[in-house]
C-alpha cells in the first residue's frame, strides 16, 4: 500500500473565507488520502521542530501574510493560495482582483447610481488591484462623482484588527452624507461592508434607497445578517483550493506546473437588499417588504396579506416580478429564513421554537429552506456563526 503524502496547510483560522479554499483542498485531497498538518504559523521554535520531524512532502499556505522565505522548511514544494503577488512565491494560485471591482461597479451602474465611492486600503495590493478594476469602469463613462477613501487613514490601530473602527470618521460622513444619490459605494471587503451599514443604520442613513452598497467575498452566512443583507462579488475560494492542491500534487511528483494561476470571477454580483433599489413610484413594493419582515405575517396566507396591502395578487405578483425578479413567495421564505438565523444565534430557542416561531408547520420545513438556500441544517448554521464569532 502506497504511504499517504505528508502536507502541512499554514492558514490562519481568523480569516473569514478560508475555510471554502479548504474544502476545496480536502476535495482534492480525499481521493490521495493525504496526512494533513494544519497551522496558524512557524515562529513557534518547538513547533517547527516538531513540523521538520514530521517531514512533510509538500506545503500549502493559505495565510496571504506568510512571507515566501519564512516558511523555514528548505527546499520542499510550496504552493501559496491567495495573498498578494510576489517575486519570492514560486508557485500561486491567485484571484482576478481587477475583475472583482469592476464587477462591482457594474453592478451598481446597472442601479442607476449618480455617484460612486470606494473604500479601498492602500497597505493591500489586492485591495488596490480592487479599486483600480472599480475605477477603471467608472472614470471613463463621466459620473458625477467618483471618490476614494482608505480605510487606514481612519482604522484606530488601539483596537484589535478584527474589530470594528471606534467611531465614524467625519470625513466618510461628511462623503456618504453629500454625494449625490443614489450613491453606489463598494467595500474591498464584506467585513469593511458590514461595518459600513453598521454606520449608515445609526446614522440613518437609507440603504438601498439612497445609499447601494457591494463588498466582495460572498459570504453567505456573514452576507445574510447585516442590516439588510449584503450584496457582494463571488469568489473561487472552493476552486482555487482544489487547483492549489493539485498544482502541489504535480509538484511532489516531479510534473511541472505553472508558476501563476488566476482564477476568473465565477459569476457576477450577488443581489441581496444592500443594492435592491426600487423604483421611486412603487409604494405598494416598499409596503409589502415592510409587512413581510413583521413575524405576524409569516402564518398568513397571501392573499390575506395583498388585502391588508388593499392590492390585486395577480397585479402584486407581476409588479414584483418585474422589478426584483422574484416572487412574492420567494420574498416571504427570505423574510422566514432571515428571522430564523436571527432568532438562532441571537438567542437560546430549541429548534423547534424557531420554525414554530418562523410560521413553519415542522420542523422538516425549517431544515429544507435552511438547506435550500445556506446548504446547513438550522442546528450547524447556529453552531458555525457562533463558532465564527468567537474565533474573530
Known amino acids: 500500500m502506497n504511504t499517504p503524502l505528508r502536507i ?45 520531524a514530521w517531514k512533510p512532502d509538500g506545503l500549502l499556505v493559505l495565510t496571504p501574510d506568510v512571507r515566501p522565505d519564512s516558511t523555514r522548511l528548505g527546499s520542499i514544494p510550496r504552493v501559496f493560495i491567495g495573498g498578494e503577488e510576489s517575486p519570492g512565491i514560486p508557485h500561486r494560485v491567485g484571484y482576478d482582483d481587477v ?4 464587477a462591482a461597479a457594474r453592478h451598481l451602474l446597472d442601479k442607476g447610481i449618480r455617484s460612486a465611492l470606494c473604500i479601498s486600503n492602500s497597505e493591500s495590493g489586492i485591495a488596490l488591484a480592487r479599486s483600480e478594476g472599480f475605477h477603471e469602469l467608472l472614470t471613463p463613462i463621466g ?69 447601494l452598497v457591494v463588498g466582495t467575498d460572498d459570504d453567505p452566512i456573514y452576507c445574510e445578517m447585516t442590516p439588510p443583507p449584503l450584496s457582494s462579488v463571488p469568489m473561487p475560494f472552493h476552486e482555487a483550493g482544489q487547483r492549489g492542491a493539485e498544482m502541489l500534487c504535480d509538484l511532489i511528483r516531479g510534473i511541472n506546473v505553472p508558476r501563476r494561476v488566476v482564477f476568473p470571477l465565477l459569476g457576477e454580483v450577488t443581489s441581496r437588499d444592500s443594492t435592491a ?72 430557542p430549541t429548534i423547534e421554537a424557531v420554525a414554530q416561531a418562523c410560521g413553519f408547520q415542522s420542523l422538516n420545513s425549517l431544515e429544507t429552506l435552511f438547506r435550500r438556500h445556506l446548504n446547513l441544517t438550522p442546528a450547524q448554521y447556529r453552531s458555525q456563526y457562533r463558532a465564527r464569532f468567537r474565533t474573530g
Open 8 to 52: 502541512l496547510l499554514l492558514w490562519n483560522e481568523r480569516s473569514h473565507h478560508q475555510a471554502r479554499v479548504l474544502a476545496g483542498i480536502h476535495a482534492q485531497a480525499r481521493p490521495l488520502r493525504w496526512w494533513m498538518r494544519r497551522l496558524p504559523s512557524l515562529e513557534d521554535p518547538l513547533v517547527l521542530a516538531d513540523t521538520l
Open 99 to 102: 475583475a472583482v471591482g469592476r
Open 143 to 211: 459620473l458625477g462623482s467618483v471618490e476614494t477613501l482608505d480605510e487606514i487613514t481612519f482604522r484606530d490601530a488601539s483596537l484589535h484588527p478584527h474589530l470594528p473602527w471606534a467611531a465614524p470618521p467625519p470625513r466618510l460622513l461628511e462623503l456618504l452624507r453629500t454625494l449625490p444619490r443614489p450613491l453606489g459605494v463598494y467595500g474591498w471587503n464584506d467585513r469593511l461592508c458590514g461595518w459600513l451599514l453598521d454606520i449608515c443604520h445609526q446614522q440613518r442613513l437609507a440603504v438601498p434607497e439612497d445609499l
Open 277 to 348: 433599489r426600487l423604483p421611486d413610484d412603487d409604494h405598494r413594493i416598499r409596503y409589502l417588504l415592510e409587512l413581510l419582515a413583521q413575524p405576524r405575517t409569516f402564518g398568513m396566507r397571501t392573499d390575506q396579506i395583498c388585502a391588508e396591502l388593499g392590492c390585486n395578487r395577480r397585479s402584486l405578483e407581476r409588479a414584483v416580478r418585474n422589478t426584483l425578479h422574484r416572487s412574492i413567495l420567494d420574498l416571504r421564505q427570505q423574510a422566514r429564513l432571515k428571522h430564523a438565523r436571527e432568532l438562532l444565534v441571537l438567542g437560546n
